[in-house]
């Protein structure tokens, strides 16, 4: 059995295979970004699901394509808590840039970017990708995702610059008390993804002129550090994976037109592609 993972901060999509390339079954798990989890939270988050671990003996091959992916001691790490589970395994882990690149089914090069929990962006030559930037998380770097969203809706809401009816909205949906606002920041698990769901009431509230204004200066941002970093992308299209990208397609139409840049395909679950790659290669 081979298993196939597009792995997000905030959920984890699992396809099995069989030996022909049947599906097995499909799964979703919480999260695992080992530059935002713990080795236990991690092992937790795997173990705790009956599919994955009723099947753990017939597993052969893992291919995980994750956030947090980036560098060589995450994989490392993670790779570690996947053999201590899969002993019998093989295990390939590739940043999540590798699965939007292979879920575009293209040769041709492109700008391709990623727009959920977190953000991301590469160039792909239309054989490899290249970065410039390796992302710092979701504190400093991350514009435009789901988590930067909730960090504008929070401090607007406490400086008094969200619209009155909005702000009636936001705090019947929420608990804004600033104990459980900080609860969630800085002493639970994922505070990433806790200001992401947080974000969700700007993409349900978008038709408002005050969203609008939010969600364009965030896609701004993105398109000045992140796209814009490669000068080939004024001749190339941007694609765009990911949950904010999907419901933001419009904004993202509309923004990337401010800079004379082509908008190609936005995909919101790479993981059907790539399960069918992989099972044509059983």
Same mark, same amino acid.
């Given at each position: 059995?081979?298993?196939?993972?597009?792995?997000?901060?905030?959920?984890?999509?699992?396809?099995?295979?069989?030996?022909?390339?049947?599906?097995?079954?499909?799964?979703?798990?919480?999260?695992?970004?080992?530059?935002?989890?713990?080795?236990?939270?991690?092992?937790?988050?795997?173990?705790?699901?009956?599919?994955?671990?009723?099947?753990?003996?017939?597993?052969?091959?893992?291919?995980?394509?994750?956030?947090?992916?980036?560098?060589?001691?995450?994989?490392?790490?993670?790779?570690?808590?996947?053999?201590?589970?899969?002993?019998?395994?093989?295990?390939?882990?590739?940043?999540?840039?590798?699965?939007?690149?292979?879920?575009?089914?293209?040769?041709?090069?492109?700008?391709?970017?990623?727009?959920?929990?977190?953000?991301?962006?590469?160039?792909?030559?239309?054989?490899?990708?290249?970065?410039?930037?390796?992302?710092?998380?979701?504190?400093?770097?991350?514009?435009?995702?789901?988590?930067?969203?909730?960090?504008?809706?929070?401090?607007?809401?406490?400086?008094?610059?969200?619209?009155?009816?909005?702000?009636?909205?936001?705090?019947?949906?929420?608990?804004?008390?600033?104990?459980?606002?900080?609860?969630?920041?800085?002493?639970?698990?994922?505070? @990433?993804?806790? +200001?992401?769901? %947080?974000? !969700?009431?700007? &993409?349900?509230?978008?038709?408002?002129?005050? =969203?609008? *204004? $939010?969600?364009?200066?965030?896609?701004?941002?993105?398109?000045?550090?992140?796209?814009?970093?490669?000068?080939?992308?004024?001749?190339?299209?941007?694609?765009?994976?990911?949950?904010?990208?999907?419901?933001?397609?419009?904004?993202?139409?509309?923004?990337?037109?401010?800079? @004379?840049?082509? +908008?190609?395909? %936005?995909? !919101?679950?790479? &993981?059907?592609?790539?399960?069918?790659?992989? =099972?044509? *290669? $059983?």
């Amino acid at each position: 059995m081979i298993l196939v993972a597009d792995s997000g901060s905030t959920k984890t999509n699992w396809i099995a295979l069989k030996s022909g390339g049947e599906t097995f079954f499909k799964i979703d798990t919480p999260g695992l970004n080992p530059a935002v989890f713990s080795k236990e939270v991690l092992f937790e988050r795997i173990t705790s699901n009956k599919d994955l671990y009723n099947n753990k003996s017939k597993v052969e091959k893992i291919f995980f394509y994750g956030a947090g992916c980036g560098t060589q001691t995450a994989r490392n790490f993670l790779e570690t808590i996947f053999k201590s589970i899969f002993d019998k395994a093989e295990i390939e882990i590739h940043e999540d840039t590798i699965a939007a690149v292979k879920s575009l089914q293209t040769n041709d090069p492109g700008i391709v970017c990623i727009l959920g929990t977190g953000s991301n962006c590469s160039y792909y030559d239309g054989k490899n990708t290249h970065q410039k930037i390796i992302s710092l998380g979701y504190i400093i770097m991350d514009l435009a995702s789901g988590n930067y969203y909730g960090k504008q809706l929070l401090k607007q809401y406490y400086y008094n610059k969200m619209p009155h009816d909005l702000a009636e909205k936001f705090k019947k949906e929420y608990d804004l008390s600033p104990d459980d606002i900080k609860e969630n920041l800085y002493k639970r698990n994922n505070p @990433n993804t806790y +200001l992401a769901h %947080i974000g !969700r009431f700007l &993409i349900e509230n978008k038709s408002s002129e005050y =969203a609008q *204004n $939010i969600i364009k200066k965030g896609l701004r941002l993105f398109t000045e550090n992140q796209i814009l970093q490669f000068e080939e992308s004024k001749n190339i299209p941007i694609y765009f994976v990911g949950s904010i990208a999907h419901f933001l397609s419009d904004e993202i139409e509309e923004v990337l037109g401010e800079y @004379n840049l082509k +908008l190609g395909k %936005i995909i !919101r679950h790479p &993981i059907i592609t790539l399960a069918q790659q992989h =099972a044509s *290669n $059983i």
